[in-house]
């Protein structure tokens, strides 16, 4: 289809300030963090800012009657190409669209639009004493719309779980251009199990069943005291037994963080300063919450079950000594392409998830694919809920390692469902990882697409997204 | 003042893994919220260009022209990636393929010697202060051109050669006055001279050297700047002074970071504090609420403390912060008159982050901040910090 008439028929419909001009604007919104968009050039036809659900609907109904494929996008800080538009198309980026319409503070919620940023969201509730607890790394630039879209969480999801523990309802636009609410037309209550919850469908759906406009947030006291323990281990081995005897103990802490011997490796090129213990195999990070006094018990019963086990362990309550403790942590993602000169870290294969039982061997087992294949790879994560961020790290503009990326980053996925894990924990599927959902659901899958096709039976939402290639081109 | 070389960029453009946290800095993104603008997207353009899959166009131009160099993309990215230098860089390739003579005669020719630019400016002064253009020639200038503070007979030529202090000298300064305290603040190089002499500096002015070249530098021509910085550095070095100071931000970072070891460049502020003052040689100035705005420059040369420090030394003066203080005024040098709308929409920004304090003073330390802010409220008196202590000689 002609891109100009897209274009075209989008500023009659939303006016000519709500559509992206200029040929080299469209490639800015070819890319989200993904290697595999690197490696492609998915420019899309079109790019649209609607700032209101009615716009949204019109948008949509355009597409739905010219079968023109639409990829909804936030601020574009995702890892599985899940907000680029892999079949051209249209790209909806609902990211300036950014109102906080409601913080009900006697009700302990929030109504947001989809562009608000998450760290936006929770300054805005400091005042209320409130906060929405779901923190991704990203949380300075993702959206609250990407995050539901994504049901995506961050390292304190231990304690607090991850997205779809807050989704109270949403507003959605359907592929057709119909406007439903989910959780409730008009529902304040916080807790609803009346009808099917499609609520929990669309959380986390990467927008492949319909445009996410308006979200219904549930919020949470904000905890008065926070304490960091770090406990360095001469053997990775002795790092799972911790966190479970942490567990054991009753204590939940609100993050468990490791970095292993590759991670510490590469913190210590990076930033010398750090100086991380090199012969450490693993370096473990608790966070804990709460008010100032369990805060104070549950740091000192962490501190002395890590003893047991670590060379060293310290714990702290005081702002800038926490942020010491958690520096190798904050400096590990930037830090993991020192490991290579020259070369750079990849998002591929980047957020696998086993279980707890099985994550010093999910560890020791990355490690060892990365040296068959010659490519090295720093692991880190939160490793609290078994979710392992992996970086393989390589020179893009060399073939044969990219190559070998691809062949290592297959096999970590399969080594993921193969030790009763998935292939992600929180990024998404996207196009990166819809290859795998045939293993990893079975018959389940069916399902899946059954409702897609209940839901999108042109197929014009997201499309190449969730389901893998030939299965997704049936629906 | 790093020049990258093309090897060094594409290990950069390599690096970039689009995370995005640049969006979450960038003054120009902030306002125009479209990822073009945002410092990923540029760096993306540059790879592009580099690997020639983007034409060097009029169009590229125009995306890289959306940057105001105020650094804190590249201070934010958790990569270390140097985006300004990357945006410096591409636009050089860009004035190479994209012709531009008005702008190449300018920047190369002009703004190179101090006496053309200079009698440019006075041409200029001229037709400014009789209103001799007309409306119709008007109408083809920017606003912000006409709506900024009116040009001045310049420092250089207003100061004398050398400055003597009232007792023995405690130091041997060469002032290095810059463009824009040059044509546009002259006042303000007259009391910076009265403050360092009262405090005990023999100052020279230094009437042999241009300007630092940050303008040719961002405007994409890196070897006119890299010449204005040598000659610079030569003739700084020749005056064998104990220090060069100079009040302008950006002048400081440019000289200060390709300075050798036998240079010494400082910060007006900076240099003050270095001083040893006599407490009573300074009068209470009348109350004041001052507030401060911390020029880019400032920021990134680590330097924000200085003028803190400075004021809180001057008795009679309430400091409030103001929000986002280091927050660009969207001045940017002619950024402010290429992209009037952004600029205006920043300066609207930080003029209610000013007004919230309740502050009647805003200082700053670099003359094109001073611009900018000055056409913001015309309430607020927006001075260097050396003119507060001016006023209790």
Not at chain 2, 79 to 105: F, M, Q
Not at chain 2, 273 to 300: W, Y
Request: overall charge positive; charged content about 20%.
């Amino acid at each position: 289809m002609d891109k100009n008439w897209i274009q075209d028929r989008l500023k009659q419909i939303l006016g000519p300030e709500r559509v992206l001009a200029g040929e080299l604007n469209h490639r800015m919104y070819s890319y989200d963090s993904s290697f595999l968009a690197r490696l492609n050039n998915y420019i899309p036809d079109a790019v649209a800012f609607p700032a209101s659900t009615g716009q949204v609907a019109e948008v949509m109904k355009f597409a739905w009657a010219n079968n023109i494929p639409v990829t909804p996008r936030g601020a574009g800080t995702g890892e599985t190409c899940g907000c680029v538009a892999v079949r051209g198309g249209i790209v909806l980026d609902l990211s300036p669209w950014d109102k906080i319409e409601e913080v009900d503070t006697a009700n302990m919620q929030a109504l947001v639009r989809p562009g608000v940023i998450h760290a936006s969201l929770n300054e805005h509730l400091e005042s209320h004493g409130l906060f929405f607890p779901p923190d991704p790394g990203s949380s300075r630039m993702c959206t609250l719309g990407g995050m539901v879209a994504n049901n995506s969480s961050g390292l304190r999801a231990v304690k607090y779980g991850t997205t779809e523990h807050y989704v109270l309802g949403l507003e959605v636009v359907l592929p057709d251009g119909e406007v439903i609410i989910t959780g409730g037309a008009a529902c304040r209550a916080i807790k609803n199990v009346s009808g099917l919850n499609l609520t929990q469908l669309f959380t986390g759906s990467e927008g492949v069943l319909g445009v996410i406009t308006l979200i219904r947030l549930r919020l949470w006291p904000r905890p008065g005291a926070r304490g960091m323990i770090m406990a360095q281990f001469r053997r990775l081995a002795d790092a799972t037994p911790t966190v479970l005897e942490v567990y054991r103990g009753g204590i939940l802490p609100s993050g468990v963080e490791i970095l292993d011997d590759s991670a510490i490796r590469a913190v210590n090129l990076y930033y010398p300063e750090a100086a991380l213990p090199e012969e450490a195999e693993a370096i473990l990070l608790f966070e804990v919450d709460g008010n100032p006094a369990s805060v104070q018990w549950e740091g000192e019963q962490i501190a002395a079950i890590a003893g047991r086990r670590a060379i060293r362990v310290e714990w702290a309550t005081e702002k800038g000594r926490m942020a010491g403790l958690w520096q190798g942590r904050s400096l590990v993602a930037a830090a993991a392409a020192r490991l290579q000169p020259g070369s750079t870290r990849i998002f591929a294969g980047e957020d696998i998830c086993v279980p707890l039982s099985r994550v010093a061997e999910a560890l020791e087992q990355i490690k060892a694919l990365g040296q068959r294949h010659g490519i090295a790879v720093v692991n880190f994560g939160h490793i609290g809920d078994g979710n392992i961020h992996t970086a393989p790290v390589i020179d893009p503009r060399d073939r044969d390692q990219v190559a070998r990326a691809a062949r290592l980053v297959d096999e970590i996925h399969r080594l993921a469902i193969r030790l009763g894990g998935s292939t992600t924990g929180e990024h998404g599927v996207g196009a990166v990882r819809s290859c795998y959902a045939r293993e990893e659901h079975g018959a389940a899958l069916d399902t899946m697409l059954k409702v897609k096709r209940a839901l999108d039976p042109k197929n014009i939402m997201n499309p190449g997204k969730i389901f893998p290639g030939s299965e997704g081109e049936q629906v | 003042m790093t020049r990258l070389s093309v090897k060094e960029l594409e290990t950069y453009l390599n690096r970039c893994v689009r995370c995005g946290q640049c969006r979450s800095v960038c003054p120009v993104f902030g306002v125009i919220r479209r990822e073009g603008a945002a410092p990923r997207g540029k760096v993306y353009l540059a790879h592009e260009m580099l690997h020639a899959r983007i034409p060097l166009s009029a169009e590229a131009e125009k995306h890289l022209s959306l940057c105001l160099g105020c650094m804190a993309c590249s201070r934010e990215c958790p990569t270390g990636i140097p985006v300004h230098e990357i945006v410096y860089l591409a636009r050089s390739r860009l004035a190479a393929a994209v012709p531009a003579p008005a702008r190449n005669l300018l920047y190369t020719r002009i703004w190179t010697s101090p006496s053309l630019l200079s009698g440019a400016v006075s041409l200029a002064r001229l037709l400014q202060a009789g209103n001799l253009l007309g409306p119709r020639l008007t109408s083809h200038l920017p606003r912000n051109l006409l709506n900024t503070a009116a040009l001045q007979r310049p420092a250089r030529s207003m100061l004398g050669e050398v400055y003597q202090p009232p007792g023995p000298a405690v130091a041997n300064i060469t002032y290095y006055i810059g463009c824009g305290t040059n044509f546009l603040f002259p006042g303000l190089a007259r009391q910076a001279v009265s403050v360092l002499t009262s405090l005990g500096c023999r100052v020279k002015v230094s009437k042999d050297t241009a300007c630092c070249g940050l303008p040719h530098l961002a405007a994409g021509l890196p070897e006119t700047a890299a010449g204005l910085l040598e000659r610079n550095l030569a003739a700084l070095t020749t005056a064998g002074a104990d220090a060069v100071v100079t009040d302008c931000a950006t002048c400081y970072s440019t000289l200060a970071g390709d300075a050798g070891s036998s240079l010494r460049v400082l910060d007006l502020n900076q240099l003050i504090l270095s001083l040893p003052v006599n407490p009573g040689r300074f009068k209470e100035v009348p109350p004041r609420r001052v507030t401060c705005h911390d020029p880019c420059h400032l920021s990134a040369s680590g330097g924000t403390d200085w003028p803190r420090r400075l004021l809180a030394s001057i008795p009679g003066l309430t400091l409030t912060e103001m929000t986002g203080s280091a927050g660009c005024c969207g001045g940017g040098g002619t950024f402010m008159l290429r992209h009037q709308e952004i600029s205006d929409a920043l300066l609207k920004q930080k003029i209610s982050s000013l007004n919230a304090t309740g502050a009647d003073t805003v200082t700053t330390c670099c003359p094109a901040c001073m611009l900018q802010l000055s056409r913001g409220n015309p309430g607020l008196s927006v001075i260097h910090p050396v003119q507060l202590m001016s006023i209790q000689l």
